[in-house]
């Protein structure tokens, strides 16, 4: 079952406007962590923004913030004042213990998000 | 800042041909992850390592091998190649476990022709 959802495989957004990307995710772990990652057409995987599950405000990083809602089990990233360098795909991703007892991350399916002048 | 290093940035291969990726982590990082992520899809664990143990093994087909060597850098050996591991693949460190984050290299786009 996937346990990280990302229910938008596109998005449009014009330059200097404000762009929500949703995930959802899945675990019974109590401990958990939550991070977004952006990867541009380069194919780097560049993190941008950590919430952990027993932080109790939200995540920001200058233009990115994570709206977590724990009941609901969503993190969804907020970009303020989208610019033309955004413009990648936008990966959700949770640090969940394995029955290994080490943790890993769990990816899910990405955002393809597009700024347009 | 030190990054995670991979190499090489690109390999071409042929089919049932053998490839080794080499991967650098962070200095006092203590773990190393592979990640596999085919054409549009989203990256898949295949492996890691606690302190040059293997700790965990997700979806590595068994024609693939990994290590960690006394110099904590990595390797991931890729034997009898096919068509389908035409990928990006990704090494990560990261230090306790991932309670600091995970920080990814900029990938080995392998091409099996």
């Known amino acids: 079952a996937q346990k990280i959802t990302q229910t938008q495989p596109g998005m449009f957004v014009q330059e200097k406007e404000a762009v929500t990307l949703d995930c959802t995710y899945d675990t019974s772990d109590p401990s958990y962590g939550l991070f977004w990652y952006k990867q541009p057409s380069s194919g780097e995987m560049i993190f941008l923004i950590y919430q952990g599950s027993y932080d109790q405000q939200n995540a920001t990083e200058g233009r990115y913030s994570l709206n977590f809602q724990k009941a609901r089990k969503s993190a969804n990233l907020v970009i303020s004042a989208s610019q033309l360098g955004d413009s990648a795909m936008y990966f959700c991703?949770?640090?969940?213990?394995?029955?290994?007892?080490?943790?890993?991350?769990?990816f899910g399916k990405g955002t393809m998000l597009l700024v347009s002048p | 800042a030190a990054g995670v290093i991979q190499s090489p940035r690109h390999l071409i291969k042929e089919k049932r041909e053998t490839a080794t990726l080499k991967c650098y982590p962070i200095p006092r990082h203590d773990t190393v992850y592979w990640y596999q992520q085919g054409p549009g899809q989203d990256p898949q664990f295949l492996i890691s390592?606690?302190?040059?143990?293997?700790?965990d093994k997700g979806s590595i087909p068994d024609r693939f091998s990994a290590q960690q060597f006394s110099d904590y850098h990595s390797e991931l050996n890729m034997s009898s190649l096919e068509l389908g591991d035409s990928a990006l693949y990704f090494c990560?460190?990261?230090?306790?476990?991932?309670?600091?984050?995970?920080?990814f290299g900029s990938g080995t786009r392998l091409t099996v022709v």
């Open positions: 990560a460190s990261s230090a306790r476990g991932g309670d600091y984050g995970y920080t």
């Open positions: 390592f606690y302190e040059k143990m293997q700790s």
């Open positions: 991703a949770m640090r969940e213990t394995r029955r290994s007892g080490y943790s890993t991350l769990t």
